[in-house]
């Protein structure tokens, strides 16, 4: 087992910015911890000195790295009562009061758990052509096997279950096919889905967004960099906008309550705050 110290990390983090401008400094240590030490035992590179080698001297690798280094969606429907919510009330109401397109990003797709589910939902509901879906990723390997459709077969079973607890209209079993070791989505859900590769530190957000869906990933920065994303987020958003950060999440922070009002406690739906 690779244990990495407080100085591994900082010596990887200060390489990454000296090799590529990416600064993971305002990651949460703890996590950011455990995922370097995996990912090291993954490629076999033993310690620090190897992955900071190996970063300097294979560019191609470095994408590879933001990849592995995210942090996957664990399932497809994940707490089926926001599901249930998005489906029965939030998109079809502020859906038919939008004028044009509506608009929703997803600032954080490793897996492409919450894409896939989103648009399962947005055909069910006959709602696709009304909306354009903005899903973004640090790594053009994360893209890509959500591009394929690529599944984990272990969490066919429980996303099953949430779709079913979701209100799902249909059988699951129609969204994938299996194969060997993956369970492959029905790719044509996500084709006029816009892909685009996000800076870290979320440099390049796009503009008057009706919904975020920003789940369960502020955990992994510091106060500093969450401060920092939610303000990115808000001027990326429209007045009428929504963020959804997670059930197990709260916005607590001095600069982003400025920001945001909390109007789905459950669900942990926050609307951007009107400023006079």
Known sequence: MTELGIVDIREIIRAIKSFYNYDFSNFALTSIKQRLERLIIRNNLSNAENLIK???????????????????????????????????????NAIE??????????????????????????SETNLTDKVNILASSVSNKSIEIIKEGQYDLKKIEVSAENYIRSNGSASFTDYYKLDRYYAFRDTSLIANVEFNKLNINFD???????????RNSLIYYNPTMQDRILSIISGSMSASGNLIIGIKE?????????DFELVNEAESVYKKRITG
């Open 54 to 92: 190996k970063l300097k001297d294979e560019p191609d690798f470095f994408d590879i790295f933001l990849h592995e280094i995210s942090v996957p969606s664990t399932e497809m429907f994940r707490d089926p009562s926001l599901w249930r919510w998005l489906r029965e009330d939030l998109l079809p």
């Open 97 to 122: 009061k939008c004028i044009g397109k509506f608009k929703i990003w997803l600032p954080n797709c490793v897996s492409g758990g919450e894409l896939f589910s989103l648009m399962i939902l947005l």
């Open 204 to 214: 390049n957000a796009p503009t008057n967004v009706k919904l975020v869906l920003f």
């Open 250 to 258: 709260k916005i607590s922070g001095v600069g982003s309550n400025k």
